[in-house]
């Protein structure tokens, strides 16, 4: 168990994974407690980082972005600057899902959204590889999602 938190605490952050649109009196009576109580500690549980947010996931395929794009990229140089640089760009792409630093191969791995291969190659041609420090990507067409965005495990 996560510390600061008792069973009704987690139950909640489950509930709120299944479906955050749930609402106070539900997610009380789900919890058996008050709603009163349940608004508290929803509310603690915002406030004290627990929860990020509640938003709504959108069908990409339906908004014209079905296809699912990870590039593995390596940086010029491996300064604070270089990754400054690089992370400052990142954030301005509109497609861009995630970007992580790793450790291993590549500096960072992207997970891009777009409507299919054309639209990625002209993305690619005109912003992956102007980012700030790119030296090499490698890009990896998602034949099928298996899993993506799983609730934690608590």
């Known amino acids: 168990m996560s510390p600061g ?6 139950k909640i ?6 479906d955050g649109r749930i609402g106070n009196a ?5 919890v058996n407690t008050s709603p009163a109580t349940c608004h508290r500690r929803t509310q603690r ?3 004290e980082g ?14 014209g972005r079905g296809s699912l ?15 400054s640089a690089f992370e400052a760009a990142a ?15 590549f500096d960072y791995f992207l997970k891009i959204r777009v409507s299919d291969m054309a639209d990625f190659n002209r993305m690619h041609s005109e912003i992956l590889i102007a980012l700030p420090g790119v030296r090499q990507t490698r890009t990896f067409f998602v034949m099928k999602e298996v899993i993506d965005n799983a609730p934690l495990s608590l």
Do not use: N, W
Request: aromatic share 4%.
């Open 45 to 47: 549980l915002f406030d």
């Open 91 to 105: 954030l301005a792409m509109p497609t861009l899902l995630d970007c992580h630093l790793v450790a291993g191969d």
């Open 26 to 30: 539900e997610l009380a009576k789900r």
């Open 50 to 63: 627990y929860l990020r947010g509640v938003r709504g996931v959108v069908a990409p395929e339906k908004v």
């Open 5 to 10: 938190l008792d069973r009704i605490d987690l």
């Open 69 to 83: 794009v990870l590039v593995g990229v390596v940086l010029d140089r491996s300064t604070p600057e270089s990754f």
């Open 13 to 18: 952050l489950r509930l709120l994974q299944e």
